[in-house]
């Protein structure tokens, strides 16, 4: 599916999972932590489709339950007991309480990571810092691209040793192992080719230097303005939510929390509304593309 967000200009995708990110880092409220998990989960199948259905159901759901079963079992902090176990170490209501938080802080992060990774790529990031930090953020666009493009890298070269019977799924035990350090031999030697060919291109296009000029695709328009200006006060009441103590939570000795205002309510829509923003905006244009088609 083509996202609608990942049009807008790199300075608003990247301010919107700064705030998602740190925001899901730090917010320990279970309403906030709801919001930005049920956000995040939708978001991540938007882009990915269906791969990113079964990675989720598959594995982030899996990790959700396991961190938040593993916690209060070494975790016996805790006024409210529930019961014991065999060795005699109580479960409690806290801890199972901050073992979720816990793990639905982790796997928030997990999401906006793949999401970010997904939008955030490495001409936007190199558009963005390659003035103030050119070296780091060459390299960190190359970080970015590893895992993806060297697991499709892997595939080839699986596929191409499997061709000749060099794959790890042939022969005994020691031939496969030796199938599988030549693959990784290959792997190894086509990183640092492609490496020092990225190096040396960059280097003869001028790449750092003071006075190099660069051509770009990404202008900042109205429609960026009026983003920038959402997220900019939404993110305003949340963080005046967050200073009066909207986003917080104690979890020992006893599970206490903020009641629910008017204030809370605002503060809980516009967290909402935030988090939904690029959901919101692939619904919108999806209309409007409706809207047009029906008019032909």
């Known amino acids: 599916m083509c996202d ?20 899901s880092m730090f917010f320990v409220h279970p ?8 956000s995040s989960f939708i978001y991540s199948i938007i882009l990915k489709g269906k791969n990113g259905f079964k990675f989720n159901l598959l594995y982030i ?19 409210t007991i529930l019961f014991y176990l065999k060795n005699g170490n109580p479960i409690t209501l806290e801890s199972i309480i901050y073992g979720i938080s816990a793990a639905c802080m982790f796997v928030t992060t997990i999401l906006w990571f793949s999401c970010y990774n997904a939008i955030m790529t490495s001409d936007k990031f190199i558009y963005l810092f390659g003035r103030i930090m050119p070296k780091l953020s060459l390299i960190f666009s190359m970080a970015l691209r590893f895992i993806p493009r060297y ?28 199938n599988g350090i030549k693959i990784l031999s290959i792997m190894t030697t086509w990183a640092l080719e492609n490496a020092i060919e990225t190096s040396d291109s960059m280097r003869a296009r001028g790449y750092g230097l003071p006075n190099r000029t660069s051509f770009s695709i990404f202008r900042f328009d109205n429609r960026d ?21 909207e986003n917080t939570i104690r979890f020992f000795p006893s599970i206490k929390i903020m009641e629910i205002t008017s204030f809370s309510i605002i503060v809980y829509i516009a967290y909402f509304i935030l988090c939904m923003m690029p959901i919101i905006i692939n619904v919108q244009e999806a209309r409007k593309w409706k809207y047009i088609e029906s008019r032909i």
Request: charged residues 10%; aromatic residues 14%.
């Open 4 to 23: 609608s967000f990942s049009t807008f200009h790199p300075i608003i995708n990247f301010i919107y999972f700064t705030f998602m990110l740190v925001f």
């Open 31 to 38: 309403i906030f932590q709801a919001i930005a998990l049920f």
């Open 61 to 79: 759901l899996p990790m959700l339950l396991f961190m938040a079963v593993l916690n209060p079992v070494f975790n016996h902090e805790g006024v």
């Open 151 to 178: 697991s499709e890298q892997i595939k080839v070269i699986s596929d191409a040793q499997k061709c000749i019977g060099r794959d790890m799924s042939q022969g005994n035990i020691l031939k496969r192992a030796r």
């Open 225 to 245: 303005k009026i983003v920038f200006s959402i997220i900019f006060c939404l993110s305003t009441i949340v963080l005046v939510g967050a200073f009066k103590g």
